[in-house]
């Protein structure tokens, strides 16, 4: 008999600024899915599919690099807005190399230029989470078309990273 393995290591890291309408696409994704993690966790009848850790990084993701290299994740998602030329709300899974090619971003460091630095300093796999932005005005509220994309993702990623053994998942918000 072999050794219970670990369970992989998954960080989700939200970034946007809040303050900027669309922008705050990822910060809101991590923000719920750390609120349906902690509803997850509570129920210790249930297997964890994986380690988890989310972090709302904002408009400075860089900040958080302390925190993803101490928790050594397998896979490192990030969740921004983006611009990618498609409709409103419009998700996109990305390969991080390809993150650069999508508008222009508002953080102090790109997320591509992060996102090499993880994979090549903690050999993880690292994936992108982008949502098309209606309107990064400042002061501007979260566009219909972005909440809606907001919930989808939360729900996607709670069912793969949260209920990956449950039968009886929730699908609500």
Not at 45 to 65: D, G, W
Not at 116 to 139: F, K, W
Request: net charge positive; charged share 20%; with cysteine.
């Amino acid at each position: 008999m072999q050794p219970p393995t670990a369970p992989p290591r998954v960080a989700v890291v939200g970034v946007g600024q809040e303050l900027k309408g669309d922008d705050a696409a990822g910060v809101l994704v991590a923000r719920n899915l750390t609120k349906r993690h902690r509803a997850a966790s509570s129920d210790a009848r249930r297997p964890v599919p994986f380690s988890l850790l989310v972090i709302e990084a904002a408009h400075a993701p860089e900040n958080c690099l302390g925190g993803i290299r101490r928790f050594s994740p397998d896979l490192l998602i990030l969740v921004d807005a983006a611009e990618m030329g498609a409709p409103s709300g419009t998700i996109r899974w990305l390969d991080w190399r390809d993150a650069g090619a999508f508008g222009t971003s508002t953080h102090a460091l790109s997320l591509s230029m992060m996102a090499r630095y993880i994979a090549a300093e903690l050999a993880c796999d690292v994936g992108l989470i982008a949502i098309q932005a209606q309107d990064t005005s400042l002061g501007a509220g979260v566009s219909p078309p972005v909440r809606r994309a907001i919930r989808s993702v939360c729900r996607a990623l709670t069912r793969l990273l949260l209920y990956a053994h449950d039968a009886g998942r929730p699908d609500g918000d």
